[in-house]
């Protein structure tokens, strides 16, 4: 038995990152390229909780199947809580994640206040219209130049508290363990499992 879940999002990153914390057997997580026709959703909710809800409410009634969507992003104290939940578009159309590290770091150069924090909402959704959340949120602060390759966005930007590495430095395994969307991944992977374990039952 293996039950589909269908994953909302047209960022790759993330995709990669929920299949390395979120698999598990008997279910078979599924990008957008697996869903041919899938429409764009425009996220124009004024929360991270409302535009994930949005996203994988459209694709499980366009689908038809159980589907799941994360919204997420950077809230920067000194900055007010921005980029917040325009973080993927926070320096303009098309969203670039190069402009984005430099327009953060011209917006808090010179300030000694660098806290910051990743937030991540993921909700799930069923073909009829059931819904549910969780949040994960990982503290840090702003490094004041970007160091390391590894991860996408703010990442190398983006010192975890504790650390002296930004996500960028780490391995994807040391990200995934204490990341906003490994948190809240962690407390799906307990809230949903009976939800889940269902599905995988019934599914063919
Ligand atoms: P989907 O809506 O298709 O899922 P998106 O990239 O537009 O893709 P969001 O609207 O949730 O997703 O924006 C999230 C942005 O926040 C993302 O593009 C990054 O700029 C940033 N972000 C979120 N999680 C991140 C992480 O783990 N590391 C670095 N940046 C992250």
Redesign the pocket.
């Known amino acids: 038995m293996a039950a589909q879940l269908i994953i909302?999002?047209?960022?790759l990153?993330?995709l990669k990152?929920i299949r390395e914390i979120f698999s598990s057997p008997g279910l078979v997580l599924v990008g957008?390229d697996g869903v041919p026709g899938a429409p764009e959703?425009e996220?124009d909710r004024d929360t991270?909780e409302s535009?994930?809800i949005k996203?994988a409410a459209t694709l499980a009634a366009f689908s038809g199947a159980w589907t799941m969507?994360?919204?997420?992003?950077?809230e920067v104290d000194a900055l007010g809580g921005a980029?917040g939940?325009y973080?993927?578009?926070?320096a303009g159309e098309p969203?670039d994640?190069a402009a984005?590290n430099v327009k953060l770091l011209r917006e808090l150069s010179g300030d000694t206040t660098r806290s910051a924090r990743?937030r991540?909402v993921i909700a799930l959704c069923t073909p009829a219209g059931a819904v549910r959340t969780v949040e994960g949120c990982c503290e840090g602060r702003i490094a004041t130049a970007e160091r390391g390759i590894g991860?996408?966005?703010?990442?190398p930007l983006?010192i975890p508290e504790g650390h002296a590495t930004t996500?960028a430095e780490m391995t994807a395994e040391a990200?995934n363990a204490i990341?906003?969307?490994g948190r809240a991944l962690a407390t799906a992977a307990v809230e949903w499992r009976d939800r889940l374990h269902a599905l995988i039952e019934s599914s063919p």
């Open positions: 909302a999002t047209g960022n990153h993330k990152e957008l959703v996220e991270f535009n994930a996203k969507a994360d919204d997420s992003g950077l980029p939940i973080s993927a578009r926070y969203a994640y984005n990743f991540c991860g996408f966005g703010y990442d983006f996500f990200k990341s906003h969307r």
